[in-house]
């Protein structure tokens, strides 16, 4: 494990790239990517479009206007490149470069998917658009105010409101009141114009959402709420059908489970759709779980849907048909990994096509299903672009998009590791080695991260701030505790009504097993998180005061009662705590699961990291540990992000947190104060 290379920097922050917006051309000749950079100057993003041939036969190239960059690259029907600069609309011969671009008219096609503006019928005769239905004339009465009533009101600076969902993290105070928007009507018109024709809607208080057509043209499916007007209730959206005359309606669901990605078979005659529970029946039926994420299909003629995934542990994403009708191609994360699987629809097991320690992302098949394109997470590089056969076959790397950068810093490598938790319960993690690791060095310190959600996972993905943390010297531990996606609903949902118990025993147990193992100083560990990560900085530190010689918080939970009707998901406390802070037991659980209930225990110096407007955890949060802590003589910090929200964004900001952070731990496990 010796470094080639010298240690990754700070600086280096703006040299990492990123790809994004896979997808190949008509004829599958050509892949069509962004890679984004990072720009100091101006805390700004720079985004270049490039191109590929799919067979690796050339480097990719860069798509410039003028020597300007480009956006919104999406591949017309005839095999030319569209893409826009200044408002207008361009496209290009990706196989005759030295062409100069053509200007388009028409405005982009949308792609024909769910939500989209424009989704064009197969036959190419319709136009499906969404538009909002004007409410009815209402009275309107004169004011009644006084002259005096009058200049107070104008002098008013605040805010009033009367909505329940008054608040959303990153949007501004108050939240627009999304109960009071209009409905939206289904319109039909010709592609080359003329008068629209309404479908839908105008008898419905609805708002479609994901609109699909049939492959004969004559249907189209979609999502939509039912009790969306009613805000004390839970978003539970249910399947719908009209026809193109609008003579045909037809609900397809109405069981309280929540419903999406609907697309038809290509021979039309099943629709495939994903099932979850919803939230208003856990609350109603007081469950003690969540429930199986699945795909389905059901005859679009009538009949009993199918499960495909009910013996499939795993959680499905979005589903795409093979031109045959015969499979349905979905990715899943497993563990840290994840990878492309395919069901039959006439039924049986799930397999899994592609392999390897790895994340695939950004997945996007060809038009005939025939082939692949996706990045490549690992934890020590950065993602790049690849190719495969749909089998997972043949594949082929496609870019180098940071080899200058890993031609010139060694990044650090991580272990798999597994371990028992204190009952047995298995977990996975990665151990992510310090820079110039040498066995028979002095023991190293080491930082625990644990990752937000809870129920997201950890896992083969390129993160800078563990690289940065381990090129300054420390080992970094990363957990997949309980409550982690990717190991089956039962450790999906295992927590529930005692967030931190299990987890944190699993977190404990992991340091335990790398504590035994590798030559690890047990009297210089760190823990830091963001969010459930946060949340189980305060919990770790209040359980096991003598574990952890420093901590950072990252926007974590302290109080549950507090944070109930102060955050912008109160679900979670009314599901995995089992009621609102008004039953009695539910109130019990709060106070027992909150990190402040124990904050006499901690002698931990603590940084705490918070954003100024976040309302996912809000500020007063971090706001109440920390002053905890330094009204107990314990060392703390809080640094808070101005106008920032929960995940504290912006290039600045970033680089900052991890400057701070570091200095944190250079004092409190190195012993060299700043």
Do not use: C
Not at 138 to 147: D, M, N
Request: proline share 7%; no cysteine; charged share 20%.
């Amino acid at each position: 494990r010796q470094a080639r290379g010298r240690a990754l920097t700070i600086e280096d922050y703006y040299r990492v790239q990123t790809i994004g917006a896979t997808a190949f051309s008509p004829d599958a000749k050509w892949v069509s990517f962004t890679v984004s950079t990072r720009v100091e100057a101006d805390n700004g993003t720079r985004t270049a479009v490039f191109i590929v041939p799919a067979d690796g036969a050339a480097a990719p190239r860069a798509i410039l206007h003028d020597g300007k960059d480009v956006t919104n690259p999406s591949w017309a029907a005839q095999g030319r490149l569209e893409y826009t600069i200044a408002s207008q609309v361009w496209s290009v011969d990706p196989s005759r470069p030295s062409d100069p671009p053509t200007s388009v008219t028409r405005a982009p096609s949308s792609g024909g998917r769910g939500g989209a503006a424009r989704v064009v019928s197969p036959d190419g005769m319709w136009v499906a658009t969404l538009v909002d239905i004007p409410p009815p004339p209402h009275e309107v009465f004169p004011s009644r105010q006084t002259e005096f009533e009058r200049r107070h009101a104008e002098r008013f600076q605040g805010a009033i409101f009367d909505w329940m969902l008054f608040q959303r993290d990153g949007q501004p105070f108050p939240a627009p009141n999304l109960s009071a928007r209009p409905a939206q009507a289904i319109q039909l018109r010709p592609p080359a114009g003329g008068g629209p024709r309404t479908i839908f809607g105008m008898a419905q208080d609805l708002r479609p959402t994901g609109l699909t057509w049939s492959p004969d043209s004559r249907l189209i499916a979609f999502t939509a709420d039912p009790v969306w007007r009613d805000e004390t209730k839970y978003d539970r959206p249910d399947i719908f059908t009209v026809d193109v005359n609008g003579d045909a309606f037809t609900r397809l669901t109405d069981d309280g489970y929540v419903y999406g990605d609907v697309r038809f078979s290509p021979d039309g005659k099943f629709l495939s759709y994903s099932r979850t529970i919803g939230t208003q029946l856990i609350v109603d039926q007081k469950l003690n779980h969540g429930g199986s994420d699945d795909l389905y299909i059901r005859p679009v003629a009538g009949g009993t849907p199918i499960n495909l995934t009910q013996k499939f542990d795993l959680d499905p994403g979005a589903a795409q048909w093979s031109p045959d009708s015969k499979y349905l191609y979905f990715t899943a994360a497993k563990g840290g990994e994840q990878h492309l699987f395919r069901v039959a629809a006439s039924g049986g097991a799930v397999e899994q096509v592609t392999k390897g320690e790895r994340r695939i992302n950004g997945l996007f098949y060809d038009a005939t299903m025939t082939k692949i394109a996706y990045t490549v997470g690992l934890i020590d590089r950065p993602a790049d672009l690849y190719v495969a056969n749909i089998d997972g076959s043949g594949e082929r790397r496609l870019t180098d998009v940071n080899r200058t950068l890993t031609d010139d810093v060694a990044f650090s490598p991580s272990d798999r590791l597994t371990w028992k938790s204190a009952d047995g319960t298995p977990i996975e993690g990665w151990l992510t080695y310090p820079y110039g690791y040498a066995a028979n060095a002095s023991p190293y310190p080491l930082i625990v991260m644990s990752h937000g959600g809870p129920h997201a996972s950890t896992g083969y993905a390129f993160d800078f701030k563990k690289q940065y943390v381990a090129a300054n010297g420390y080992f970094v531990l990363d957990t997949n505790f309980r409550s982690s996606t990717g190991y089956g609903d039962a450790f999906k949902w295992a927590t529930w009504g005692a967030w931190g118990d299990k987890d944190g025993q699993d977190v404990i147990a992991g340091i335990d097993y790398v504590l035994g193992r590798y030559p690890i100083d047990r009297a210089r560990v760190g823990h830091i998180g963001h969010s459930y990560g946060g949340f189980m900085s305060n919990w770790l530190i209040t359980q096991y005061p003598d574990r952890f010689a420093a901590a950072i918080t990252g926007a974590g939970i302290t109080n549950w009662i507090s944070d109930y009707g102060t955050a912008d998901i109160f679900r979670t406390k009314e599901t995995e705590f089992f009621g609102p802070p008004w039953d009695r037991a539910a109130r019990d659980r709060m106070i027992r699961q909150s990190p402040l209930t124990y904050a006499d225990r901690v002698r931990t110096p603590t940084l705490f990291v918070h954003g100024e407007v976040d309302q996912r955890v809000p500020y007063e949060e971090g706001e109440q540990m920390y002053f905890a802590l330094k009204r107990r003589g314990v060392p703390a910090k809080m640094i808070q992000y101005k106008g920032q929200p929960h995940g504290i964004a912006g290039h600045w900001n970033n680089v900052h947190r991890m400057i701070n952070e570091l200095a944190w731990w250079t004092t409190w496990l190195k012993g060299q104060r700043q």
